[in-house]
């Protein structure tokens, strides 16, 4: 028995079947990450994680192995029997197995986000435990964001022509041992090289955006913005969860050591999940499902190699949105809070305006891509970049405390809801073969911007 072997084959589900234990997992793994922010003692807050991933890992195990044997029970007994009912049959699998899927691209964009997200809060710690100028910690983080959206059209390529899977086990290890070499950082090159080139690689083979590919090509269209969503509504948690964690751990253990828990985080969480991913991609299939839906349409400017996309303008209309989108994301995440002192604001009001922002980004990546498989995916685009800008507008021109948490919710909102729509629509306009290098040319432009 082989792990590549697993995936949508095998007999029908009952009407209650494993799709909605892994549902129900996803929801309490959520939910118990979420109450850690409630939570006082790390060792509490540790149970609380192992709890809640044993939780999905149970549900996920448990889908593969019902799924195996279900296949194993509909082998028909007579040669010549009717292959209308495993037509069928081997579509409610894949229906099942998306979520398997979805539930493994969750947990990767929780803890590659997260932890990306982390080294502010060591930032301060390594810069005065190693004597180092606050720039060359800077400069380390800028050559990170460059050289991972430079990686991305390759690794986009690499996942579009061999699969996703080896990318992924490779990726995820990778990101957790450089993590991990973290501390046992001495000097500025050592770091450069271990987070500027080596996380970097990792997280260029690992993103959202290779991860949401994969998530677009194992659902249909109508049910893809949403996917999306759920899988971009992890990265949303992930960043909220760690950032939290890791400063609980600092206070206990230190940066180096926080680091090594870190990295080990990682490779026991992830690693192990991306060994349920198939070898090859098995899309979501273009026959009328169980729903009687329509089979999809064929993408208008689908082509054989993605250079040919580059000649073509929708391309290009979609990433000057989302090198628009790139701009005010950095002003989020870096000029936010010290914008928001140097206007008089308090500190405290500050850091609650982010909080309320990050929350409001993972309602928004859920919310949008919901309504973009409704609505359609350039209205809800329109829609998202629309209210990004009437919230930099109030911003700026209503010189108040509550504009301040205004602009939070409008701005959270409409963070995540672009990257869900501009894969969703990328799929759709040039198809599925190039869509991981596709998608990797536009968050290349998002990273310059």
């Given amino acids: 028995m082989r792990l590549d072997d697993f995936g949508p084959k095998g007999d029908e589900m009952d009407r209650y079947g494993t799709k909605w234990l892994l549902i129900v997992a996803m929801a309490i793994f959520g939910i118990g990450v979420g109450l850690i922010s409630l939570t006082q003692s790390l060792g509490y807050l540790l149970l609380i994680v192992v709890i809640s991933y044993l939780l999905l890992m149970f549900g996920v195990v448990y889908e593969v192995f019902s799924t195996r044997q279900r296949r194993v029970q509909a082998q028909p007994a007579v040669q010549g029997t009717s292959t209308s009912s495993g037509t069928r049959t081997v579509q409610t699998e894949q229906e099942a197995y998306r979520w398997v899927i979805l539930a493994v691209t969750v947990a990767m964009a929780f803890m590659i986000t ?45 996942m579009d022509r061999y699969g996703p899977k080896w990318i992924f086990i490779i ?26 080139i080596v996380v970097a690689a990792a997280m260029a083979g690992s993103s959202n955006s290779m991860t949401n590919a994969l998530v677009a090509k194992w659902f249909p269209s109508h049910q893809r913005g949403l996917a999306i969503g759920i899988n971009n509504a992890g990265s949303a948690v992930g960043q909220l969860t760690l950032v939290w964690f890791t400063t609980l751990m600092l206070q206990v253990s230190g940066w180096r050591s926080s680091h090594i828990y870190l990295g080990l985080a990682i490779a026991v969480i992830t690693v192990p999940l991306t060994l349920l991913i198939p ?104 829609l998202a970049y629309f209210v990004r800008g009437l919230a930099f507008v109030i911003l700026l021109a209503w010189r108040h405390e509550f504009s301040l948490y205004v602009f939070a919710i409008l701005g959270g909102l409409s963070w995540l809801a672009t990257p869900v729509s501009v894969m969703a629509l990328t799929s759709e306009v040039y198809g599925m073969r190039n869509l991981a290098t596709l998608g990797g040319v536009s968050l290349l432009v998002h990273q310059i911007g």
């Fill in 114 to 158: 997260g932890s990306r997200s982390t080294l502010g809060v060591f930032f301060k710690s390594i810069v005065t435990d190693l004597g180092w100028d606050r720039g060359m910690i800077s400069m380390i983080i800028a050559v990170n964001i460059w050289l991972s959206g430079f990686l991305q059209p390759f690794t986009g390529n690499l």
């Fill in 171 to 196: 990726s995820m290890s990778t990101f957790g041992l450089g993590i991990g070499l973290i501390s046992m950082t001495q000097s500025f090159g050592f770091l450069l090289f271990i987070y500027g």
């Fill in 279 to 382: 070898r090859r991609l098995q899309p979501a299939s273009s026959a009328p499902n169980a729903k009687g839906l329509a089979p999809p349409r064929q993408a208008p400017l689908a082509t054989e190699r993605w250079t040919e996309a580059l000649n073509t303008s929708p391309l290009w209309l979609i990433n000057a949105g989302y090198f628009v989108c790139g701009m005010t994301v950095s002003l989020y995440i870096t000029h936010l809070i010290p914008f928001a002192t140097d206007q008089g604001y308090s500190p405290t009001a500050a850091a609650s305006a982010f909080g309320l922002l990050s929350v409001c980004s993972a309602a928004g990546s859920l919310l949008s891509g919901y309504a973009s498989d409704i609505w359609g995916r350039k209205n809800i685009m329109a």
